[in-house]
């Protein structure tokens, strides 16, 4: 059914701002949607289907609020928009935008970019131990990074460990020279330049020289007991159910812990269990426990990424892989 929608910006000085240099975002929202939109002065003018034509009034009304709370506005902001409010409509996109949960070294803000998103880090907030299952892209380990920062700098922690498991990503590396420390540093490197985009380079040397944050291989956990600390254990899909056991019961009086993972992107043999599965089958009913799942509208890379992803979904659905494809949603699991 078609419909044609009104909307008519009310504060002028913003409409430059809320329709782009060319009404770039205008020809951005009516792409995205499906629908047609005509503007004149401050009015504009949807019409195509009904349902697609009030996301897209809805959009704009939305914008004109970040902006009016002096939220500057580029074209991912908008691709960001259309794909929250066309999960849910009813949605403020000043509870998702305005949530910032740090500023880096860059005065970057971090924050939440989807509904999943928003969840995620509530329930980081919320709970003891968080897991955060999705594709590549979706920010499941940069969120939790910036928590972890955020946390240490209020004194909510005395330390972060950013932990691994080292294994070859479907490539055999060979023998890697060097000292202990050199050999695992490839295994590490994505935390580290997650750590290095929020905190200024030598900073963030001086707290990891002082120990203050720790970033290592999973198997250096054994034995530990991590007291007063956020622990974020990334690539999760790539520990064994004996490691997965051995991880969370490290965890020490004032901890918490978050726990990533692309389930997708298995790289133990085929002869090995992947803990984070079987975490999800174990451990979804515990109090205190919180399961986020991510899906390819989460994605926040180039948009590409969200194309890339959903065509390998839709190849793992036609192939069927065991134990590859679970049927996860967006949203939370068992929660305190």
């Given at each position: 059914?078609?419909?044609?929608?009104?909307?008519?910006v009310?504060?002028?000085?913003?409409?430059?701002a809320?329709l782009?240099?060319?009404?770039r975002?205008?020809?951005?929202?009516?792409?995205?949607?499906?629908?047609?939109?005509?503007?004149?002065?401050?009015?504009?003018?949807?019409?195509?289907?009904?349902?697609?034509?009030e996301i897209?009034?809805?959009v704009?009304?939305?914008?004109?609020?970040?902006?009016?709370e002096?939220?500057?506005?580029?074209?991912?902001?908008?691709?960001?928009?259309?794909?929250?409010?066309?999960?849910?409509?009813?949605?403020?996109?000043r509870?998702?935008?305005?949530?910032?949960?740090f500023?880096?070294?860059?005065?970057?803000?971090i924050?939440p970019?989807?509904?999943?998103?928003?969840?995620?880090?509530?329930a980081?907030?919320?709970?003891?131990?968080?897991?955060?299952?999705?594709?590549?892209?979706?920010?499941?380990t940069?969120?939790?990074?910036a928590?972890?920062?955020?946390?240490?700098?209020?004194?909510?922690?005395?330390?972060?460990?950013?932990?691994?498991?080292?294994?070859?990503?479907?490539?055999?590396?060979g023998?890697?020279?060097?000292?202990?420390?050199?050999?695992?540093?490839?295994y590490?490197?994505?935390?580290y330049?997650?750590?290095?985009d929020?905190?200024?380079?030598e900073?963030g040397?001086e707290?990891?020289?002082n120990?203050?944050?720790e970033?290592?291989?999973?198997?250096?956990?054994?034995?530990?007991?991590?007291?007063?600390?956020?622990?974020i254990?990334?690539?999760?899909?790539?520990t064994?159910?004996?490691?997965?056991?051995m991880?969370?019961?490290?965890?020490?009086?004032?901890?918490?812990?978050?726990v990533?993972?692309?389930?997708?992107?298995?790289?133990?043999?085929?002869?090995?269990?992947?803990?984070l599965?079987?975490?999800?089958?174990?451990?979804?009913?515990v109090?205190?426990?919180?399961?986020?799942?991510?899906s390819?509208?989460?994605v926040?890379?180039?948009?590409?990424?969200?194309?890339?992803?959903?065509?390998?979904?839709?190849?793992?659905?036609r192939?069927?892989?065991?134990?590859?494809?679970?049927?996860?949603?967006?949203?939370?699991?068992a929660?305190?």
């Amino acid at each position: 059914m078609s419909r044609t929608q009104k909307f008519i910006v009310a504060d002028a000085d913003l409409v430059g701002a809320l329709l782009g240099r060319q009404n770039r975002y205008v020809k951005q929202v009516a792409l995205a949607l499906g629908i047609r939109i005509g503007s004149k002065g401050l009015e504009l003018h949807f019409s195509g289907d009904a349902a697609q034509a009030e996301i897209g009034r809805r959009v704009f009304e939305e914008l004109e609020q970040l902006l009016k709370e002096g939220m500057p506005l580029y074209p991912p902001d908008v691709d960001y928009a259309v794909r929250i409010l066309c999960q849910d409509s009813s949605t403020k996109l000043r509870d998702i935008f305005l949530d910032t949960v740090f500023i880096s070294a860059r005065k970057k803000i971090i924050g939440p970019k989807s509904l999943a998103q928003k969840h995620y880090i509530d329930a980081i907030r919320a709970h003891h131990v968080v897991f955060g299952v999705g594709p590549a892209g979706t920010g499941k380990t940069y969120l939790a990074m910036a928590m972890a920062v955020a946390a240490l700098m209020r004194k909510e922690v005395s330390r972060i460990l950013l932990v691994r498991p080292a294994v070859e990503a479907g490539e055999k590396l060979g023998f890697l020279p060097g000292d202990l420390a050199e050999k695992i540093n490839p295994y590490l490197r994505p935390l580290y330049d997650a750590l290095f985009d929020m905190l200024e380079p030598e900073r963030g040397k001086e707290l990891v020289a002082n120990g203050i944050i720790e970033v290592a291989p999973l198997a250096f956990m054994r034995g530990r007991t991590l007291n007063d600390a956020f622990v974020i254990l990334d690539e999760a899909q790539n520990t064994t159910s004996e490691q997965m056991k051995m991880f969370l019961t490290r965890l020490g009086f004032g901890s918490r812990a978050v726990v990533t993972g692309d389930v997708t992107q298995i790289d133990l043999p085929a002869s090995s269990n992947s803990g984070l599965l079987s975490a999800i089958d174990v451990l979804s009913n515990v109090s205190g426990i919180c399961f986020n799942y991510f899906s390819d509208i989460d994605v926040v890379r180039h948009p590409i990424v969200q194309s890339i992803v959903q065509a390998y979904e839709a190849a793992d659905k036609r192939s069927l892989r065991p134990g590859r494809n679970l049927n996860l949603t967006s949203g939370e699991g068992a929660k305190n």
